[in-house]
């Protein structure tokens, strides 16, 4: 068992420190935990900017410094990988690019959380949103996401639907483009279960989504997304079982920025 997609206090909206975490997977059995709270905001002057979304870019280092120790302390009852979740905005995807090169993470998660100026989890942007168009832009933006090269794993691939769950029934072609930029870009999608704690309910990404993400040959890995102890691994073995029912057979873990099969 496995969990690559995890986040603690530093992020401002999460509960627990990294021990915690780690703690936390030993206990619920996992072999594998990676740690990947949300990276600061590099393009920003403020060294911590929007304290209640991500750690400060001071803060940086010692997340690194912390992960890595724990993983040297816990390595004989379990494996810690060292990765950060990673916003991917259009106009600092060289920056981030570089950033991320400097250091010994394990892997990337990209994830879209702004569009425009505004998060896909802020309720004003749905005050008379065209929900088509939003559902549209989204898509479009994993899509350069999974193509910028910066990311080995997609986070929460329609986390858009979080807040309007109407959007789970609105048909557009921009999902399947979508899940063939991530097959041509070969980077991998997590299934994240944290959808309960939206109002959608459910998994990131929706069960249609997932099927044809299937049928296109999406490679896929597991994450919470817990931004608590009690979360972690939560759902592992229900989604292990949909995905053999889908016809998988494997799916994927990161060291040192290498991607390692597993069967499932």
Not at 193 to 203: I, L, N, R
Not at 241 to 260: C, P, Q, S, T
Request: with cysteine; charged share 30%; proline share 5%.
């Amino acid at each position: 068992m496995f969990d690559l997609h995890t986040h603690h206090e530093r992020c401002g909206h999460a509960v627990g420190s990294l021990r915690e975490m780690v703690e936390a997977a030993i206990e619920a059995g996992l072999d594998t935990i990676g740690v990947s709270d949300h990276s600061p905001f590099f393009g920003r002057p403020e060294d911590h900017y929007k304290p209640w979304v991500a750690m400060a870019k001071s803060e940086f280092p010692r997340y690194l410094a912390e992960a890595a120790a724990l993983r040297d302390e816990f390595r004989d009852r379990i494996t810690v990988l060292v990765g950060v979740e990673s916003d991917f905005l259009d106009e600092h995807v060289e920056l981030y690019r570089e950033i991320y090169r400097r250091h010994p993470l394990d892997y990337i998660i990209g994830s879209v959380h702004i569009l425009g100026a505004t998060d896909i989890f802020d309720p004003a942007r749905w005050e008379g949103a065209d929900l088509l168009a939003e559902k549209e832009s989204y898509c479009a933006a994993v899509g350069r996401a999974a193509r910028s090269g910066v990311f080995d794993i997609l986070g929460h691939v329609d986390a858009i639907k979080g807040n309007r769950p109407e959007l789970v029934d609105i048909q557009t072609p921009a999902v399947d483009r979508m899940l063939r930029d991530i097959v041509e870009a070969d980077v991998v999608m997590e299934i994240n279960t944290s959808g309960g704690t939206k109002p959608v309910g459910g998994w990131y990404p929706s069960p249609d989504v997932l099927e044809r993400a299937a049928f296109y040959g999406v490679k896929v890995t597991f994450g919470s997304d817990a931004h608590r102890p009690s979360r972690i691994g939560e759902d592992f073995e229900a989604v292990r079982v949909r995905l053999r029912e889908l016809g998988y057979r494997h799916w994927h873990l990161f060291r040192d920025r290498k991607r390692e099969c597993r069967p499932l």
